[in-house]
């Protein structure tokens, strides 16, 4: 973003007297002063207007992440395990995740530093939708699965409806690959409702968050939201 923009934006001043204080010699980047409005502000640049710093101002970014298993849903981990931080290489910008995969738990999931949208996403109220494929042990049967679309009791809780159907049949392993599509976002809720009918999970994956789905991008690589995707966003959650 520009110099007199970024100015702007941090609410110095408004964007005619922002490239008046440029001009006039009293903005610098880095410690050298920067008389040029048309500047491109880096996420590392460190700018000050008369020696006082331009802070509380971050330009959002929203990322989609392949999250491959192995990794937990954190920005910082005492135990020094890998995390999702390590994956996405994005300088500057304190990126954070939009709720929480487990550690073995793989596909999308969101990273931003956009709280209002993250808060959203995340609120119960909206109910945003969530697409999982889990392999589970057994073959669920026709009351198991009624059982999991209209709700079973975790924690002293019913969860939600949902939507379950069968994907796929392993029968030589006796496994099957569930379709669960979630309006709740509680923990471990989709390894609790399948050990609630006695048909745990092996395997978990979350192919869709808020009709956003991975698609041809590799486990482990991430990608920058369209600025369309992001509006959709938004939309999903206006009240
Ligand atoms: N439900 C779970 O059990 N685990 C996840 O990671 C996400 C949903």
């Given at each position: 973003m520009r110099l007199a923009k970024y100015l702007a934006r941090a609410g110095v001043a408004?964007?005619?007297?922002?490239?008046?204080?440029?001009?006039?010699?009293?903005?610098?980047?880095?410690?050298?002063?920067?008389?040029?409005?048309?500047?491109?502000?880096?996420?590392?640049?460190?700018?000050?207007?008369?020696?006082?710093?331009?802070?509380?101002?971050?330009?959002?970014?929203?990322?989609?992440?392949?999250?491959?298993?192995?990794?937990?849903?954190?920005?910082?981990?005492?135990?020094?395990?890998?995390?999702?931080?390590?994956?996405?290489?994005?300088?500057?910008?304190?990126?954070?995740?939009?709720?929480?995969?487990?550690?073995?738990?793989?596909?999308?999931?969101?990273?931003?530093?956009?709280?209002?949208?993250?808060?959203?996403?995340?609120?119960?109220?909206?109910?945003?939708?969530?697409?999982?494929?889990?392999?589970?042990?057994?073959?669920?049967?026709?009351?198991?699965?009624?059982q999991l679309r209209a709700g079973v009791d975790i924690e002293g809780k019913k969860t939600a409806p949902a939507g379950v159907k069968i994907a796929r049949v392993f029968a030589g392993d006796n496994e099957a690959l569930l379709e669960l599509t979630l309006i709740e976002g509680r923990k471990r809720q989709v390894k609790k409702m399948c050990g609630a009918v006695n048909h745990p999970v092996i395997r978990l994956h979350r192919q869709e968050f808020a009709g956003l789905r991975a698609g041809r991008l590799p486990e482990g690589s991430y990608r920058r939201l369209t600025e369309e995707e992001v509006r959709e966003l938004y939309r999903r959650v206006e009240s």
């Open positions: 408004s964007r005619r007297r922002a490239e008046k204080l440029i001009t006039a010699g009293r903005v610098c980047v880095n410690g050298t002063v920067t008389d040029r409005p048309q500047y491109r502000v880096q996420d590392s640049d460190t700018v000050t207007v008369d020696d006082r710093p331009v802070k509380g101002f971050e330009e959002k970014a929203h990322f989609l992440l392949h999250k491959p298993p192995g990794y937990i849903s954190t920005v910082d981990d005492t135990h020094h395990r890998p995390t999702v931080m390590d994956l996405v290489k994005e300088t500057g910008k304190r990126l954070y995740p939009v709720g929480r995969l487990d550690a073995d738990t793989s596909g999308v999931l969101l990273m931003t530093n956009d709280g209002e949208l993250a808060n959203l996403l995340t609120h119960p109220r909206y109910g945003v939708r969530k697409v999982y494929l889990a392999r589970v042990a057994g073959i669920p049967d026709k009351k198991a699965l009624e």
